[in-house]
């Protein structure tokens, strides 16, 4: 494997390197965050494995960028900050496994070989389309024909669901199922009830409607023909 070590403790650098080279690995280095962001966004990489401190740019601000540059090799922080605040931290920036120091060498080299049997992370849904209407997944907005669209928890996720399913009828009991976790008919008209706020709010005000009811099946949520 192809592996990058940003480290800037000159000691530890050697010693992981080294390591990772004596079992067979070819390894990158680097000793402040400026190199090592340039080789992790410039370079191929199995593995890499990122200190938290660094002189230039810190460990977590390198995954974030290498993240958002789309880049979805796997990265081990090798660090003193070892709180479980830390640990949070590290993996909601992007890292995919979390070694306090001090470690023992074959833990290291366990969790690297385990991040690089991982199958490479698929990419992430960040937003849905449906002719004018979008949804951000991420900011947790809708709008239709550019105007912002408030809706309620409850309705976004059940706008949600219909609009992964666009184009398919969803049943009653799909919905009650995927949106409320009813796993049983609650005798409510709590699917009807939602759906026509949704309707006031997505079609009424426009000229054309998305959502239809599919009688004696469901509903479904189309593009205009």
């Known amino acids: 494997m192809k592996i990058l070590v940003i480290e800037d403790d ?39 494995v990122v200190d938290r401190r660094l002189p230039g740019v810190d460990g977590l601000s390198i995954v974030k960028a290498v993240r958002g540059a789309g880049v979805k090799t796997p990265v081990l922080f090798l660090t003193t900050m070892g709180s479980v605040n830390d640990r949070v931290e590290g993996l909601e920036a992007g890292g995919d496994d979390y070694l306090a120091k001090p470690f023992a060498f074959s833990e290291l080299l366990a969790r690297v070989h385990a991040l690089a049997r991982r199958p490479p992370l698929a ?30 928890p409850r309705e976004f996720v059940l706008l949600e669901y219909l609009m992964r399913n666009a184009g398919r009828v969803v049943t009653r009991t799909m919905l009650l199922e995927r949106v409320w976790d009813f796993h049983f008919d609650p005798k409510t008209s709590v699917v009807e009830t939602h759906i026509s706020r949704l309707r006031t709010k997505i079609d009424k005000p426009f000229e054309k409607d998305l959502i239809h009811t599919v009688r004696g099946a469901g509903y479904s949520l189309d593009a205009p023909a």
């Open 10 to 48: 000159a000691a530890t650098l050697e010693y992981v390197a080294a390591g990772l080279a004596e079992h067979g690995h070819v390894v990158d280095r680097a000793a402040d965050g400026s190199e090592g962001l340039s080789l992790a966004v410039g370079e191929a990489y199995d593995v890499m």
């Open 123 to 152: 990419a992430e849904q960040t937003a849905l389309r449906v002719a004018d209407l979008e949804m951000d997944l991420v900011r947790r907005t809708v709008s239709r024909g550019g105007r912002a669209i408030d809706l309620q």
